[in-house]
Structures are given as structure tokens and as C-alpha cells.
């Protein structure tokens, strides 16, 4: 493992009760336990914010891609407007 560093972490009795029958269940002690919660938050962390930057972009682009839709429909109402008087000349 590379290097490590000690850390001190207060924790309810209960919650550390959970995590040593965890440690027996997984056959894992403490510091792999508490290594493996860190992580896991760590990348549920980084997912909530790349959603959270995907829900902007998405909203973002959305009103971008509304007024493309908008103008080219007007285009085309006027393109077709014209094509009738055309054919009706």
C-alpha cells in the first residue's frame, strides 16, 4: 500500500459496533473498512456533482436549442408562405 497517513475519528458507539461485526462478516479490519466508506463517498460525491453539471448543461442548452427551433420554424413558416404564392401566382 502507498504511503498512509493516521487519522483519529470519533464515532457513535453504535456505528462502531456496526462496523466491527462488518469487520468480522468481510473478514476486513478497521482502517480497510473505514478506507472502503471513503471511497465509496468520495465517488458518490464526485456522481451527485457531475449529475448537478449535466442538469445545468441540459437546462442550459435546452433554452439554447428552443430559440434554434424557434427561428429555423419561423424560417421555414416564411419559406412556406412564400412557396404558396408562388404556386398561386
Known amino acids: ?31 480497510e473498512i473505514v478506507r472502503e466508506a471513503i471511497r465509496l463517498y468520495i465517488n458518490e460525491r464526485r456522481k451527485m456533482v457531475l449529475r448537478e453539471q449535466l442538469r445545468k448543461g441540459y437546462i442550459e442548452m435546452g433554452d439554447i436549442n428552443k430559440a434554434i427551433a424557434d427561428e429555423s420554424s419561423n424560417m421555414d413558416h416564411e419559406a412556406l408562405n412564400r412557396g404558396l404564392q408562388i404556386l398561386a401566382e
Do not use: F, G, Q, T
Not at 5 to 20: F, G, N, Q, Y
Open 1 to 31: 500500500m502507498p504511503a498512509s497517513k493516521k487519522i483519529i475519528v470519533s464515532v457513535p458507539d453504535s456505528l462502531l459496533a456496526e462496523m466491527d461485526l462488518m469487520s468480522v462478516e468481510e473478514s476486513k479490519n478497521r482502517s
